[in-house]
T-cell receptor, first 109, second 113 residues
Framework: GQQVMQIPQYQHVQEGEDFTTYCNSS?????IQWYKQRPGGHPVFLIQ?????EVKKQKRLTFQFGEAKKNSSLHITATQTTDVGTYFC?????????FGTGTRLQVFP | DSGVTQTPKHLITATGQRVTLRCSPR?????VYWYQQSLDQGLQFLIQ???????AKGNILERFSAQQFPDLHSELNLSSLELGDSALYFC????????????FGPGTRLTVT
């Protein structure tokens, strides 16, 4: 079945440093979503990308969908302690939302 | 607050028992999804209902079943519980059940002892 890998699994950064997580698939994706889950919380939708090469920004967050629609990235500029959590990519495959393995971000003040 | 409610928040039960988890979707959302999140398996899709009908099935065990009622709330029934069923169970809802944002509830933490 569809598998979506995310790297890295963990990332520890100093506050103010940048952070990037990557989502990779072996097959072409029709779309990709990103979610954030704070420690002890539930996943919260961040964004959806559908077009090849699409780039979307939300304040310090930049989301990109690869030209071949097989990968995506989430980049956070100048991390803050409020960015702590696990970031998941997710793709729709035959009516199912398949979540990536997630990247846990820890930000040290 | 996503607008999705789940009860109970925590559940502790013994192996072999049966439990029911309840979910109320956001007002107006027709689609409900159930997910299981455990440390070693990540976030796994279990099943989706749309307006009362089962629409998609994921890695849901035969011991598990779900339904969506006319008022659109949903229940996930877990039976013959095993230690490995201990996990966080999330419900999510969306307006149409197709491509788009899903709103997650706070989850039910199930501990099987």
């Amino acid at each position: 079945g569809q598998q979506v890998m995310q790297i890295p699994q963990y990332q520890h950064v100093q506050e103010g440093e940048d952070f990037t997580t990557y989502c990779n698939s072996s097959t072409t994706l029709s779309n990709i979503q990103w979610y954030k889950q704070r420690p002890g919380g539930h996943p919260v939708f961040l964004i959806q990308l559908v077009k090849s090469g699409e780039v979307k920004k939300q304040k310090r967050l930049t989301f990109q969908f690869g030209e071949a629609k097989k990968n995506s990235s989430l980049h956070i500029t100048a991390t803050q302690t409020t960015d702590v959590g696990t970031y998941f990519c997710a793709v729709y495959n035959t009516d199912k939302l398949i979540f990536g393995t997630g990247t846990r971000l820890q930000v040290f003040p | 607050d996503s607008g999705v409610t789940q009860t109970p928040k925590h559940l502790i039960t013994a192996t072999g028992q049966r439990v029911t988890l309840r979910c109320s979707p956001r007002s107006g959302d027709l689609s409900v999804y159930w997910y299981q999140q455990s440390l070693d398996q990540g976030l796994q899709f279990l099943i989706q209902y749309y307006n009362g009908e089962e629409r998609a099935k994921g890695n849901i065990l035969e011991r598990f079943s779900a339904q969506q009622f006319p008022d659109l709330h949903s229940e996930l029934n877990l039976s013959s519980l095993e230690l490995g069923d201990s996990a966080l169970y999330f419900c999510a809802s969306s307006a149409t059940g197709e491509l788009g944002e899903q709103y997650f509830g706070p989850g039910t933490r199930l501990t099987v002892t």
